[in-house]
């Protein structure tokens, strides 16, 4: 990235959005780590109610224990989760208070999201889930086969969030700009686009993030020639009081 000698970038940092480029990211590790690094990209330092990193993880790499529910998903490589063997494209949803160690049976690199689960009374606390995107049907966005969604978490109460992968052919669009209580943190998997955060639109591309706040006005349109892909998080299923 020859212009960020220069101090260029298309990171920005907003009171209520973040985009981070990969030509900003920082490799540092997390405790417990062995043979792995962490780029943060969300944490409550940028006023986040979660935890989002990409875990970079050598072959035989281990991710360090947290006291917190631990959602997985992988972008490359392999990673076995407890006895669970998991591939790009796979998923692991782990409870609090279920260590199961991650170890990367070969180079690796994860999304990882962490949050302290919110109980909800009567609601019994959610179990271990292992999944593939590819055994989630896609489901038209407001009707819109263009725009598909995959909600990799069955609905439940008992879920204190959510995540989806939303895939748009190029050209296709949110119908309506955004405006809604919910955090979201999303890391664009493939292809290109659009996004308007707030007041600003922004080009946005494979490998970039971005943390949107609350009530964060947000639209994404496609453009390219491939489908663009993202996994967005959000909190789900509690009161905001
Ligand atoms: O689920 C969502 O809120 C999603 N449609 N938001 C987004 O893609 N920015
Ligand atoms: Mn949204």
């Known amino acids: 990235?020859?212009?960020?000698?220069?101090?260029?970038?298309?990171?920005?940092?907003?009171?209520?959005?973040?985009?981070?480029?990969?030509?900003?990211?920082?490799?540092?590790?997390?405790?417990?780590?062995?043979?792995?690094?962490?780029?943060?990209?969300?944490?409550?330092?940028?006023?986040?109610?979660?935890?989002?990193?990409?875990?970079?993880?050598?072959?035989?790499?281990?991710?360090?224990?947290?006291?917190?529910?631990?959602?997985?998903?992988?972008?490359?490589?392999?990673?076995?989760?407890?006895?669970?063997?998991?591939?790009?494209?796979?998923?692991?949803?782990?409870?609090?208070?279920?260590?199961?160690?991650?170890?990367?049976?070969?180079?690796?690199?994860?999304?990882?999201?962490?949050?302290?689960?919110?109980?909800?009374?009567?609601?019994?606390?959610?179990?271990?889930?292992?999944?593939h995107e590819s055994e989630i049907p896609e489901q038209p966005l407001l009707g819109d086969p263009a725009l598909r969604v995959r909600a990799l978490l069955p609905e439940s109460p008992t879920r204190d969030f959510a995540v989806n992968i939303l895939t748009y052919d190029p050209g296709a669009s949110l119908n309506m700009v955004e405006i809604h209580v919910m955090e979201h943190g999303l890391l664009m998997l493939q292809g290109q686009g659009i996004y308007r955060l707030g007041d600003s639109w922004y080009a946005t591309a494979a490998g970039d993030f971005i943390w949107m706040a609350p009530f964060c006005p947000q639209w994404f349109g496609a453009l390219g020639k491939t489908p663009a892909k993202y996994l967005i998080y959000k909190d789900w299923n509690r009161h905001p009081l």
């Open 1 to 131: 990235m020859p212009f960020g000698r220069l101090g260029q970038t298309r990171s920005s940092r907003q009171s209520d959005h973040l985009l981070q480029t990969p030509d900003t990211f920082i490799r540092a590790p997390l405790p417990g780590m062995l043979g792995a690094t962490a780029i943060v990209h969300a944490a409550p330092a940028l006023g986040a109610k979660f935890v989002q990193y990409t875990a970079e993880m050598e072959s035989g790499g281990q991710l360090g224990p947290v006291d917190a529910q631990r959602f997985l998903y992988i972008i490359e490589g392999d990673v076995a989760v407890g006895p669970h063997g998991l591939v790009a494209g796979s998923y692991a949803m782990v409870p609090q208070g279920e260590p199961l160690v991650v170890r990367s049976g070969s180079a690796s690199r994860l999304a990882v999201i962490e949050k302290r689960y919110e109980a909800l009374g009567g609601v019994p606390a959610p179990q271990l889930l292992i999944g």
